[in-house]
């Protein structure tokens, strides 16, 4: 049975995103949303939480994987002593229904295969009835919810699940298809599949026609920008940090967090990273989505939000599920959309003046919002807040958290000032001064000759790294080398960067998590503001290669385990793939233009 995260492959339809593994299994799969409850839950416990499979009946049968050129359509072969198969796996989205779509292809000789489908709604709580329809096709409802089956071999139940065996030859092709409607609706019409998976392929090719390659980068560069736009809902323009919830930063840990959600901290890298690579259309739907989305009091402003910009994420934990090898609590929800982190307003307000630097208009709106943001950071800017890192150890003045309040009101001046934007000029201008010199007082520790996690704190932190790449300090600042070499020092573990070490009980949980990727794709953007680019490089072939086969990664790397650890595929990570990739091949890629002018970054091919 797959146990490994990287051993998962993702299909998706831009609305939902389903995890198979190696052997066939479509072991996660919540519908009709990301953030929906799961029909299939086995990757947090065992197959009887719910599955599909469909493989090769020989245990020993050899695997090999791939996706169909630049698509999200992953193909699975099995080469037995007999002959050999394939596997098509995609999804599909009609109005009110989402389809999985399998295909199974005889490439030689006979081999013998089996499917296993295993319904359980509600994170693996409710077993629905199942029913044969007059057309043959089976259905699973409970509640709201149904799945019908469209199988073309014979099935039986079997210990309240559904199987069978069946013989596929060289030349022969057999289509299934699992539809989820809800259940108060009629029934789709059935599909075909290869119609289907045709209208797929046109559907990548037409996107990636607007990729700006990002030169020898540019296959793992347009396989995350797949990967992103597999986690983007195709109609509200949210991006989901992850398809998963609770993949835990250490195995057998309670860092399990639900990730289905959209956080404003992406902003920015989400819009360098599209912008950079030709998707401006994405770029304008993530914007919108921003805009919709913090809108309201500027008091109530939270850190993520649903996929349609929902408020109410309310954490609670799931007794039923055992968790990714025992790593329990398994959580749905998530507690820190109630967090207080400042760093937030330069997000949000870094994220407005990219998209006013590359002309996405909208301007009345976005500046009446930002303004109001403004006027509340005023007030609250010189409190303690929760932080970047969302640690649950109590408040503090975190450095970062006071950095990006600077870039806040560093990108309300620079607003006033490039585009004519009506606002308090001085008093922000002074603000931005005061906050400065703050950072640089009480977040900088001149024995060490570096800054730290927090005021009074002795304590590093990765997203010290930001410094420079906001434009707080140039590359070239003592105190900037400084922090580098001290993080180099203090926070690599076999080359990678920690977000921070966990042994000093700051986030108030138990010590110990792998190495967040996103960190040390910082570290090598900071390289190339050192003009180390060699360092850089190397770096970043090393994080490449720890990319899956087919090119995915999750959130965290345990070094000494050699495995990904953490909700998968994770957004921040090729996100931050994209944005190195381009600082490497770009004359003004995103980090030099972030951290220097805000030039256009559709200008830095």
């Known amino acids: 049975m797959t146990r490994l995260i990287e051993d998962y492959a993702v299909i998706g339809n831009c609305e939902t995103m389903a995890l198979v593994g190696r052997d066939g299994s479509i072991d996660w799969l919540c519908l009709p949303r990301f953030d929906s409850a799961s029909c299939f839950s086995a990757l947090l416990d065992g197959p009887d939480k719910g599955r599909w499979l469909i493989g090769a009946e020989a245990p020993d049968a050899r695997v090999s994987r791939r996706y169909q050129d630049d698509t999200l359509i992953l193909e699975t072969t099995w080469e037995t002593a007999e002959g050999a198969v394939s596997v098509t796996d995609f999804m599909g989205r009609r109005e009110g229904v989402s389809d999985v779509i399998r295909v199974v292809r005889g490439l030689r000789g006979r081999v013998a295969m089996r499917t296993e489908l295993i319904v359980r709604f509600e994170y693996g709580t409710t077993t629905p009835w199942a029913a044969r329809h007059e057309n043959g096709t089976l259905g699973f409802g409970a509640g709201p919810d149904r799945l019908i089956l469209d199988a073309p071999v ?63 980068w540019s296959s793992a560069v347009l396989r995350s920008l797949i990967t992103l736009k597999g986690l983007a ?43 950079s690579a030709g998707f401006q259309e994405e770029a304008l739907a993530w914007r ?48 820190a959309a109630g967090q207080v982190q400042l760093d937030v307003y330069g997000e949000v307000l870094d994220a407005f003046y990219v998209a006013r630097k590359a002309g996405m208009g909208d301007d009345a709106a976005s500046w009446a919002l930002e303004t ?23 408040r503090k003045h975190f450095t970062h958290s006071k950095v990006m309040a600077w870039v806040a009101f560093d990108r309300a001046v620079r607003s006033i000032e490039e585009f004519g934007m009506e606002g308090p000029l001085e008093r922000w201008r002074r603000l931005a001064q005061d906050i400065h010199a703050q950072v640089c007082e009480e977040g900088f520790d001149a024995d060490r000759n570096t800054f730290v996690q927090s005021y009074g704190s002795t304590a590093l932190d990765a997203s010290l790294l930001l410094i420079p790449m906001v434009g707080f300090l140039p590359p070239s600042d003592p105190r900037v080398v400084g922090t580098l070499a001290a993080i180099e020092g203090d926070l690599l573990r076999d080359g990678l960067v920690l977000r921070y070490d966990t042994e000093n009980r700051t986030d108030g949980l138990p010590p110990g998590e792998g190495s967040f990727l996103a960190c040390s794709f910082w570290l090598a953007d900071n390289y190339i503001l050192q003009d180390r680019y060699d360092d ?19 959130e ?40 220097s002018d805000g030039a256009n970054p559709a200008d830095s091919r």
Not at 311 to 335: D, H, Q, T
Not at 543 to 550: F, G, T, Y
Request: glycine share 8%; aromatic share 10%; proline share 5%.
């Open 233 to 275: 809902h195709w109609e509200t323009g949210g991006i989901v940090a992850a398809a998963t919830t609770s993949l835990p930063e250490k195995i057998g840990g309670p860092r399990n967090w639900d990730y289905r959600y959209c956080w404003l901290r992406d902003a920015t890298f989400t819009l360098y990273a599209l912008i």
């Open 288 to 335: 919108q989505w921003l805009l919709r989305a913090v809108a309201g009091n500027p008091d109530d402003l939270q850190i993520m939000y649903g996929v349609a910009g929902e408020r109410r994420l309310e954490e609670r934990e799931l007794a039923n599920l055992a968790g990714f090898e025992n790593s329990a609590p398994v959580r749905i929800g998530n507690a």
């Open 154 to 216: 014979r099935l039986h139940g079997e210990d309240q699940s559904t199987v069978g065996r069946f013989e596929v030859s060289a030349g022969e092709e057999l289509g299934f298809t699992l539809s989820w409607t809800p259940s108060y609706r009629a029934a789709p019409e059935p599909l075909v599949a290869t119609e289907a998976l045709a209208r797929n392929q046109a559907f990548w090719a037409k996107w990636t026609a607007q990729f700006k390659p990002a030169g020898e």
């Open 536 to 554: 850089a490089e190397a770096l970043f072939k090393r994080l490449l290669a720890m990319r899956n086969d087919v090119g995915l990664l999750a």
């Open 556 to 595: 965290e790397y345990d070094v000494q385990a050699k495995r990904q650890l953490g909700n998968f595929p994770q957004a921040f990570s090729h996100l931050a793939l994209v944005n190195t990739a381009h600082n490497l091949t770009a004359a003004r890629g995103p980090v030099h233009l972030r951290s």
């Open 372 to 394: 109001a943001l403004l006027t509340h950071l005023e007030a609250i800017w010189d409190q303690p807040d929760d932080g970047i890192w969302e640690v649950r150890g109590g």
